[in-house]
């Protein structure tokens, strides 16, 4: 049974009010080749940073703010908090922050293609990178009785790392592509946001476990 106009007391509302018809509801976007201007770096404002290029610019902002949120969340926890585990199968709040480091290098290594691997070991083993990346029984033997300081101190080296070989791309760079996810054509900009975007999937893990530790 179709709903006429008369009934339907939502779309009356939306033509009242001028949303729906004339064009209303999706209006003209006038964008402008003028430079970004530069912001003033405050952590819930995204735009333009000093050294990088503009479209760089809101990737760094992105990363910026999950990386602000992921520190918030684990700043101050306890040691048995870092280690605890829900069960056999899962992870630790401090594997999990290693596997973000871990998958960032990753992505380092993929498009930062003059990058050799030596230059973003800082000092941590290849075992400790493999069983970063892979969790599972490798990341539950080798990330336990470690403190907080040493997922942040890596966090930090390999986010330095980005934001220096960042600084060295031209915009033009983030839409150079391989075929990647899927085997489908990627360009550096979706890879980097999937940086962005793991690192909020897993601070969703890292509350619930919190929220768990007894």
Not at 33 to 56: C, N, T, V, W
Not at 160 to 174: G, R, T
Not at 188 to 212: A, D, L, M, P, T
Request: include cysteine; charge should be positive; charged fraction near 25%.
């Amino acid at each position: 049974m179709q709903t006429s106009e008369k009934t339907n007391p939502r779309r009356n509302f939306l033509k009242s009010t001028g949303i729906l018809g004339a064009g209303l509801l999706v209006p003209t976007m006038h964008l402008t080749a003028a430079p970004m201007p530069l912001i003033s770096g405050g952590i819930h404002e995204f735009g333009k940073r000093e050294g990088y290029g503009d479209q760089i610019s809101i990737l760094v902002s992105m990363m910026d703010w999950m990386r602000g949120t992921i520190v918030r969340d684990v700043t101050g926890i306890s040691q048995k908090e870092v280690d605890f585990l829900l069960d056999e199968n899962s992870n630790t709040i401090g594997a999990m922050l290693m596997h973000l480091a871990g998958t960032e290098r990753y992505y380092q290594l993929n498009t930062f293609k003059e990058t050799k691997r030596s230059d973003v070991m800082y000092g941590v083993k290849d075992k400790m990178w493999d069983a970063a990346s892979n969790l599972g029984d490798k990341g539950r033997a080798t990330f336990k009785d470690k403190p907080l300081s040493f997922y942040l101190d890596t966090l930090a080296e390999v986010r330095k790392y980005s934001l220096e070989q960042l600084k060295k791309k031209e915009d033009a760079w983030l839409m150079e592509y391989t075929n990647f996810f899927n085997n489908q054509p990627t360009n550096n900009y979706c890879k980097w946001f999937h940086v962005v975007e793991h690192e909020s999937n897993h601070n969703g893990q890292i509350r619930y476990v919190k929220s768990r530790v007894s």
